[in-house]
């Protein structure tokens, strides 16, 4: 199993001082969390895209090619880029760029997004919103798998026979689709041949299994080999369960809270995270030893090769991210792989 971390370079107030950092203090300490996960030898390092203030990522291409001249073995994947708003030529070539520059670890990932202010501010029409997913998502694999693109599209301009370089160090960038809960997003992720990731931030995670099923039922009626399955999932390791809990919870409160006041939903409390933290909810948040026992339960349900972790949901303090960033690599990525590797998944 591949295990790794995921942000979106959250900045939010902190507790000890109720500000938040500054933008380029907040980079560097993302510098300093990828590097720690270099080397003690996790095995991804995801930073997604979202164009809103409490976020530092809305170029998560520029800040992934700052990590690839800090690291040397961990892949850096994209969690995720909002293809619908971008411009598919554009992605390609930036993480191209990104595979050169990082001698071939790069990848993509894939995704409508949770939030839609990035189609209004590039001049998108939200009525296309699934429209423009689909078509440009088609015109990356096009430009990926070619190096002269001949392309007529609905919402992307025609292109004639034009070369998109540079052209990535693999031979293929790995593309990965993130999906949330839309049954016809996984079927069509496996249709297409691709990797999936399965965002798990609510609810329970055994509700998401059938997902897993059709992203496979997909690849072998259109006549791929099953691809594998990524759970993507909000947590925080401490020394104890109740550290954890203690440490995570004013961070996810925080930011939960103002997506529920623009989404409707009720203030998180203090019972109902908790709740989400025990081995059947969706949270992964605990002692090493809880994450460990939570990432094998979860196997065990959808059968997938690969686990990434967002720790700052919220912010949390720098030196305790750092030191939830060792635990995983140090402990819960070592049980893991030998648990799972005596299995023969």
Not at 53 to 63: G, Q, T
Not at 88 to 109: C, P
Not at 156 to 175: E, F, H, M, W
Request: hydrophobic letters at 40%; charged letters at 25%.
């Amino acid at each position: 199993m591949e295990l790794g971390i995921y942000t979106f370079v959250e900045n939010t107030p902190l507790g000890e001082t109720g500000k938040p950092l500054h933008p380029a203090e907040r980079l560097e300490h993302l510098l300093e969390e990828a590097e720690l996960a270099d080397q003690l030898g996790l095995d991804v390092f995801a930073v997604g895209e979202h164009h809103r203030e409490e976020y530092v990522s809305s170029a998560p291409s520029v800040i992934l090619s700052a990590i690839a001249a800090k690291t040397q073995n961990i892949r850096l994947s994209s969690s995720v880029t909002v293809l619908g708003s971008e411009e598919s030529i554009r992605v390609y070539q930036q993480y191209a760029t990104l595979d050169l520059l990082s001698k071939g670890r790069a990848e993509i990932m894939v995704g409508r997004g949770s939030f839609i202010e990035s189609f209004p501010l590039f001049g998108y029409d939200l009525q296309n919103y699934e429209d423009l997913f689909e078509e440009k998502l088609q015109q990356l694999l096009e430009i990926n798998d070619n190096e002269i693109l001949h392309w007529k599209g609905a919402h992307t301009p025609d292109v004639n026979g034009r070369g998109v370089y540079p052209r990535a160090l693999q031979s293929k960038l790995p593309i990965w689709r993130a999906v949330g809960g839309t049954p016809k997003s996984a079927y069509v992720t496996g249709a297409l041949g691709l990797p999936m990731a399965i965002a798990i931030i609510g609810g329970y995670p055994e509700q998401f299994k059938p997902m897993a099923e059709l992203h496979k039922r997909g690849a072998i009626e259109n006549g791929h080999d099953p691809q594998p399955v990524s759970i993507n999932s909000h947590g925080f390791i401490a020394e104890t369960r109740e550290e954890a809990i203690e440490t995570a919870f004013p961070a996810f409160k925080t930011q939960m809270d103002k997506i529920g006041r623009e989404r409707g939903w009720s203030p998180m409390t203090r019972e109902q995270f908790e709740a989400s933290c025990t081995l059947r909810g969706a949270n992964v948040v605990g002692s090493a030893d809880d994450v460990i026992q939570k990432i094998l339960y979860q196997q065990k349900i959808f059968g997938h090769s690969r686990f990434l972790l967002q720790m700052s949901v919220g912010s949390i303090p720098h030196e305790k991210l750092l030191r939830s960033i060792e635990l995983f690599a140090k402990e819960v990525a070592p049980a893991v792989r030998e648990k799972i590797g005596a299995l023969g998944v």
